[in-house]
């Protein structure tokens, strides 16, 4: 038996990683996903392990392009959006005048500039429905990344963003930040990141998710999921930046 729909979910990023357990659990919860990505057989390899993959539909558009946000959010028209997670994302590892700039822009675009176009431009419906808006950021935003400096600064730019989001639309649309630390997904191959940097503070995907969605339970707010995250939150509060800095820069070097 399945529980009565609830209206529909869009997750960015659904084709594996985070989406993928964004998915299952969204779907555990009574909610039709429209899944969005660009590979279109990983997103097939995701509907299959759904429950009902039929009830679903999936969306494929760039998300670095303004024409793929504008052409995503004319799908979504009719559709009685309830929810929001923007969780596509990637980052570029390199020294800054290494890496393509082109590549880096794309950077800010995808995990900063396009979230807030489709929080923007949703946010009506997400308002009639009562709705809510994951936004997936990092720890990496919290502190100055050297080596993935892009990357850092935009998701510092999202955290800042959805924060100042969430007090806005409190008691009208649920936000949650998400800021989780490293994560076996595909992050890193798709980054260039060396393995093995930060796995100490590895935290499964799954645990990831469930914090997310156990903060949207109880109204919204900042999550760092699981104690190995929240570790390495505390260590970025409490070593001073002329400390912490040098240090990071040594250890992250490629
Ligand atoms: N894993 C970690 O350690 C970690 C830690 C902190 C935060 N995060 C954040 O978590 C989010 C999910 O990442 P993940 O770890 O699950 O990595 P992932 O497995 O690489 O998934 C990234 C997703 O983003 C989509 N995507 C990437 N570039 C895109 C673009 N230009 N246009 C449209 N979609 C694009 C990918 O779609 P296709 O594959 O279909 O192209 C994929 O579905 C990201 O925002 C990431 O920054 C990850």
Not at 31 to 53: E, M, N, S
Not at 106 to 135: C, E, Q, S, Y
Request: glycine fraction near 12%; charge should be positive.
């Amino acid at each position: 038996m399945t529980k009565a729909m609830k209206g529909s979910v869009l997750i960015t990023g659904a084709s594996g990683g985070f989406g993928l357990y964004f998915a299952k659990e969204l779907e555990k919860q009574g909610y039709r996903l429209i899944l969005h990505g660009r590979d279109a057989a990983r997103l097939k390899l995701v509907q299959d392990v759904l429950i009902h993959p039929e009830k679903h539909r999936v969306l494929m558009y760039e998300l670095s392009a303004r024409k793929g946000n504008d052409q995503l959010l004319e799908c979504l028209a009719k559709e009685r959006i309830v929810g929001l997670v923007n969780n596509a994302g990637f980052g570029v590892w390199g020294g800054f005048e290494m890496c393509e700039s082109v590549a880096q822009l794309d950077v800010l675009r995808v995990d900063l500039v396009a979230p807030i176009t489709l929080a923007h431009a949703l946010l009506p419906k997400l308002k009639k429905n009562n709705g809510f808006i994951i936004n997936v950021s990092s720890l990496a935003g919290e502190m100055p990344m050297p080596y993935m400096s892009t990357y850092g600064s935009a998701k510092a730019g999202l955290t800042f963003w959805s924060e100042a989001l969430r007090l806005e639309l409190h008691g009208k649309v649920k936000v949650v930040t998400l800021a989780p630390g490293p994560s076996p997904t595909g992050f890193r191959d798709i980054s260039g990141a060396p393995k093995g940097k930060g796995g100490w503070f590895s935290t499964p995907p799954e645990k990831v998710i469930e914090a997310s969605l156990q903060t949207l339970s109880q109204g919204g707010g900042y999550c760092v999921p699981g104690w190995r995250h929240q570790c390495l939150w505390g260590l970025q509060k409490i070593i001073p930046r002329c400390v912490a800095l040098p240090l990071l820069k040594y250890y992250l070097k490629p």
